[in-house]
């Protein structure tokens, strides 16, 4: 059974592009896609990622931007979450939940900050050089 919320996009399809307005998350259901930054005038791979796994979650938490381009490296089948979708579910959560995954949320935006602001400059010394 397909999700109504479920989209399908082609081998080479840019998803998201990096600036892009954060608007929705996505769960993929079927194939992959490859999560890059630029910096430098490089291309540097965040992440490869596959069934069951989610990008985009900068949307639910009033992440105005996207961080990071989304390119489908096979041809993929993903959920799509909007915000409004997400509170939804979220709010019927019991109150302990709600704060742990706003915290745990806080806590992996900082450290994806730190990482392209400072050890990405070095994983892209060692390999461009």
Same mark, same amino acid.
């Given at each position: 059974?397909?999700?109504?919320?479920?989209?399908?996009?082609?081998?080479?399809?840019r998803?998201?592009?990096?600036?892009?307005?954060?608007?929705?998350t996505?769960?993929?259901?079927?194939?992959t896609?490859?999560i890059?930054?630029e910096?430098?005038?490089?291309?540097?791979?965040?992440?490869?990622?596959? $069934?069951g796994? %989610? *990008?985009?979650?900068?949307?639910?938490?009033?992440n105005?931007?996207?961080? !990071?381009n @989304? #390119?489908?490296t096979?041809?993929?089948?993903l959920?799509?979450?909007?915000?409004?979708?997400?509170?939804?579910?979220?709010?019927?959560?019991d109150?302990? $939940?709600?704060? %742990? *995954?706003?915290?745990?949320m806080?806590?992996?935006?900082?450290?994806?900050? !730190?990482l @392209? #602001?400072?050890?990405t400059?070095?994983?892209?010394d060692?390999?461009?050089?």
């Open positions: 059974m397909i999700n109504k919320n479920a989209k399908t996009y082609e081998t080479g399809e998803i998201i592009s990096e600036g892009d307005d954060a608007t929705n996505y769960i993929i259901l079927s194939g896609v490859c890059s930054i910096k430098d005038g490089k291309t540097v791979t965040l992440a490869n990622l596959g $069934i796994d %989610m *990008f985009g979650e900068s949307a639910l938490f009033g105005n931007k996207y961080g !990071a @989304v #390119d489908v096979e041809t993929t089948t959920i799509v979450i909007s915000p409004e979708d997400f509170k939804e579910k979220l709010e019927s959560c109150p302990m $939940i709600q704060n %742990m *995954f706003k915290i745990l806080e806590r992996l935006n900082k450290t994806n900050k !730190a @392209v #602001d400072s050890e400059r070095t994983f892209m060692v390999i461009f050089v």
